[in-house]
């Protein structure tokens, strides 16, 4: 599921329309059906109202929103599966290393 997904599902289950939560959000309305869409990328400053407003969890939200980053970063590369490994390599060693 990405960020865009996740903010979709929640707003439809609270019964709230776009414009309703566009306005909390201090964006237009057009944006936020792009985003639910995954053509427009939320800021960060937005996970922690729509944390609020949803009663969900920060770090839910924050962990979609990263991925969809990086997913967009890598889905047109032909390793970028072989990268995600890497990448999760790396963070792995790096705690390991700080936690020492």
Not at 14 to 20: A, D, K, T, V, Y
Not at 44 to 71: G, P, Q
Request: aromatic fraction near 6%.
């Amino acid at each position: 599921m990405t960020i865009g997904q996740k903010i979709k599902q929640l707003r439809e289950e609270s019964g709230m329309l776009q414009r309703q939560l566009a306005s909390i959000l201090e964006i237009g309305d057009g944006f936020l059906s792009k985003v639910e869409n995954d053509s427009k990328p939320l800021k960060r400053e937005h996970l922690k109202t729509l944390s609020r407003i949803f009663n969900v969890s920060y770090s839910e939200l924050e962990a979609l929103w990263i991925a969809t980053k990086v997913y967009d970063l890598v889905k047109d590369e032909q390793e970028g599966l072989n990268a995600l490994r890497v990448a999760e390599e790396q963070i792995e060693y790096q705690r390991r290393k700080n936690s020492i």
